[in-house]
């Protein structure tokens, strides 16, 4: 069975006894809807249709397969991330399902066991599991071998992709962030008016024509080691984000930077969408893009302006460090850094408070 979304940018999950949710495992939608009262989950999606009990009760959460037989593997997934988004001060769940699955989810570390051998999802581990998210993840590290390029020793990196590399579903704005590899002539006249839109060129300072924005894509898009992608809400495009491996970039000469760091610019070009909402949402889905795109990146970083205070709180808000201010030959910046361990550890695809879709923290209902 099919599953088709309806995409609502600019609205809110209403507010009644049953929510829907949709989840992409490996890039297949599971339609996943929550119903309060009887603490079901019914999940729909890719010829599959079954109904899962989530229990909160007790000091505990558990997701219970209901049906005879093994549910598919992408329906595992598709329930364990929406009991996750319909609870996001859950910090594990218990799951309940064939004694026969086990070893595979195991293998896989989206189940670990407690020392009495209760199966559970920590959900730091499961927010790791890329395909949940990228609809063609790696299936290995890409190898390494150490190349220099531009007088810089790193290690080769992977070819660029290309289409959509991340999608989640926002449950607070009712619609699903996704991301996709910049194509030129997509994407060309669209980068030139964000580029001279008076709150972008304020920081970017690179307004422009056609022709010269086209050069400036060409070059971004003839370096291995950049990945410019475009933001969509929906079905609209909202901002442009260039992502790139850090030892390459001319940041790695102002901290130490690792092989596998990686680090991104942005901006949001469209009006509508910079807002608090918003911001909660693109914020830590391109730091956890960053980090599922490959398991050996532990560090990300930024360099804003030092002057950008409103970026400066939303990136502390999202488990950013402010680490230093520095000057670039161009501006005064200030280096900004995510650890892996703490994005995980800490929740922070959950932006802390004031942001819309925080999580009450702590709850100790679900300290386990």
């Known amino acids: 069975m099919s599953t088709t979304i309806q995409?609502?940018?600019?609205?809110?999950?209403?507010s009644t006894a049953a929510n829907v949710f949709i989840s992409y495992p490996h890039g297949v939608p599971y339609?996943?809807?929550h119903d309060t009262e009887t603490h079901c989950l019914r999940i729909e999606g890719d010829r599959h249709s079954a109904t899962w009990y989530l229990n909160h009760s007790d000091s505990q959460l558990a997701l219970t397969w209901s049906a005879s037989g093994i549910p598919p593997r992408n329906a595992i997934l598709a329930a364990i991330d929406a009991a996750f988004a319909f609870l996001p001060e859950a910090r594990s769940l218990q799951?309940?399902?064939p004694e026969a699955m086990y070893p595979t989810l195991r293998h896989a570390g989206i189940v670990v066991d407690d020392s009495e051998g209760v199966p559970w999802v920590p959900a730091e581990l499961f927010w790791q599991q890329s395909g949940v998210w990228l609809p063609s993840p790696r299936p290995l590290p890409y190898p390494q071998?150490?190349?220099v390029s531009a007088g810089r020793r790193h290690p080769r990196r992977p070819p660029r992709p290309e289409g959509s590399v991340y999608r989640r579903h926002i449950?607070?704005?009712?619609?699903t962030l996704s991301f996709h590899v910049l194509d030129l002539e997509r994407d060309l006249e669209r980068f030139n008016r964000w580029m001279n839109d008076p709150v972008v060129a304020h920081f970017w300072e690179e307004q422009g024509d056609l022709t010269q924005h086209r050069?400036?894509?060409e070059e971004t898009l003839s370096h291995p080691g950049v990945l410019p992608l475009i933001g969509y809400f929906g079905n609209q495009p909202f901002g442009y984000f260039e992502t790139y491996w850090a030892k390459e970039d001319r940041l790695g000469a102002y901290y130490d930077a690792d092989d596998f760091d990686r680090g991104w610019?942005?901006?949001i070009g469209e009006a509508d969408f910079r807002g608090a909402p918003y911001i909660a949402a693109w914020l830590p889905s391109i730091s956890h893009y960053l980090f599922l795109d490959d398991c050996r990146t532990q560090r990300l970083v930024i360099e804003p302006r030092v002057d950008n205070a409103k970026m400066l709180r939303n990136l502390a808000r999202c488990g950013y460090a402010h680490l230093k201010a520095f000057d670039f030959p161009h501006k005064r910046a200030m280096l900004g850094m995510q650890?892996?361990?703490h994005f995980f550890n800490e929740r922070s695809w959950i932006p802390l408070p004031p942001h819309p879709g925080s999580a009450p923290r702590p709850d100790p209902r679900f300290t386990r």
């Open 95 to 97: 799951l309940q399902v």
């Open 145 to 147: 071998q150490p190349v």
């Open 7 to 14: 995409e609502r940018p600019h609205t809110t999950a209403p």
């Open 171 to 175: 449950p607070w704005l009712n619609t």
């Open 265 to 267: 610019h942005l901006l």
């Open 31 to 33: 339609r996943v809807e």
């Open 339 to 341: 650890l892996r361990e």
């Open 215 to 217: 050069q400036r894509l």
